[in-house]
């Protein structure tokens, strides 16, 4: 089962649990996580913090935890930089019971500087079929937004730049081929007056 939620409504479950897992998010875990797993090594990060957290260095496609081990996990902009998207959303379903999934939406995704390579694929949320849908990421448009713009964006816009989900059980997905090969639009004439008036807003917050 899939259902869109807000971030806030997600974290405040979390009290609800006692195993909870946050998966690829650097040394930006939730509160409330008391397993992390990365790729890179944050060990002293975590064994610092109070309390200290479990931190385990590895693959999110490939983990060592046990079947349904954690009562919650947390995939927060994860999802879309992975290469083997099915694989992922399996070990996902096997390792935990229940989980927040967050991703950009693929616009958004386009416009901001950064995540031309590492990010791997468009993501989006079918309220029909309450499906994840999948497609390789093409980018089309010229990006023009830094990562801490794109961070305030998500703020004042949290519905347009990304999309918060809820799992429980299963997380029904379809991975799909690319079916248009766009070129890519000069952001110009695309949405001048548009980013025009984000920038004024970024302007206002000082950022």
Same mark, same amino acid.
């Given at each position: ?53 479990? +931190?385990?260095?590895?693959?999110? &496609? ?6 349904? $081990? ?9 999802? $879309? ?20 999934? $967050?991703?950009?939406?693929?616009? +958004? ?7 031309? &390579? ?49 799992? $429980? ?29 984000? =920038?004024?807003? =970024? ?5």
């Amino acid at each position: 089962m899939l259902t869109r939620i807000s971030k806030e409504k997600a974290q405040s479950l979390l009290k609800n649990f006692d195993y909870i897992i946050d998966l690829g998010c650097k040394k930006d875990a939730w509160r409330g996580s008391n397993t992390v797993l990365d790729i890179e090594d944050y060990t002293d990060y975590y064994q610092n913090q109070d309390p200290p957290v479990r +931190f385990v260095q590895g693959d999110a &496609t490939s983990t060592p935890f046990n079947n349904k $081990e954690f009562d919650f996990s947390i995939a927060s902009h994860l999802i $879309e930089h992975v290469h083997d998207p099915e694989k992922f959303i399996k070990e996902l379903m096997r390792i935990s019971k229940r989980g927040y999934i $967050e991703f950009p939406n693929p616009i +958004f995704d386009n416009l901001i500087r950064g995540n031309e &390579t590492a990010h791997k694929w468009f993501v989006n949320f079918d309220d029909d079929s309450k499906k994840l849908i999948f497609t390789p990421k093409v980018q089309f448009i010229n990006p023009v937004f830094t990562v801490r713009q794109a961070g305030l964006l998500n703020e004042i816009f949290p519905n347009s730049i990304s999309t918060s989900i809820y799992w $429980e059980d299963s997380i029904e997905y379809e991975v799909r081929e690319n079916i248009h090969t766009p070129k890519k639009i000069a952001i110009f004439w695309f949405a001048l007056g548009f980013c025009a008036k984000i =920038l004024r807003l =970024l302007r206002l917050h000082k950022i």
